[in-house]
């Protein structure tokens, strides 16, 4: 079901334990918390796009990896320079974040 009419209806959102996650989707958060990950610098006009879309999610460090994640107070992108495709599953990912809360 999708997060919005999960919110609506009231449904709790499950995830997996880590142990019955997919073993790729790992590989991504452990390129995020990895210490020899290499840190983006991103456009002032996206970072401030970023803050402005989330005010309630505090992203106080950008990495380089596979793939678009956000976890904690970290944000994985696969450069600084996003494309079209990337840009739409940052902001999909945005979106999950806030039917979240």
């Known amino acids: 079901m999708h ?3 999960a919110a609506i209806f009231g449904i709790e959102n499950l995830e997996l334990n880590r142990h019955y996650r997919p073993k790729n ?3 991504s958060s452990d390129v995020s ?3 020899a990950a290499e840190r983006l ?3 002032e006009p996206l970072l401030s796009d970023i803050r402005l879309s989330v005010p309630s999610l ?3 460090h950008v990495f380089k990896g596979a793939g678009i994640e956000l976890t904690d107070d970290k944000l994985t ?3 600084s320079q996003l494309s079209a495709s990337d840009k739409r599953a940052l ?4 979106s999950t974040h806030l039917d979240k809360l």
């Open 3 to 5: 997060p919005r009419y």
């Open 25 to 27: 989707s790992d590989s």
């Open 33 to 35: 918390q990895s210490t």
């Open 41 to 43: 610098t991103l456009s």
């Open 58 to 60: 505090t992203i106080n």
């Open 77 to 79: 992108l696969p450069s």
């Open 91 to 94: 902001w999909a990912l945005m």
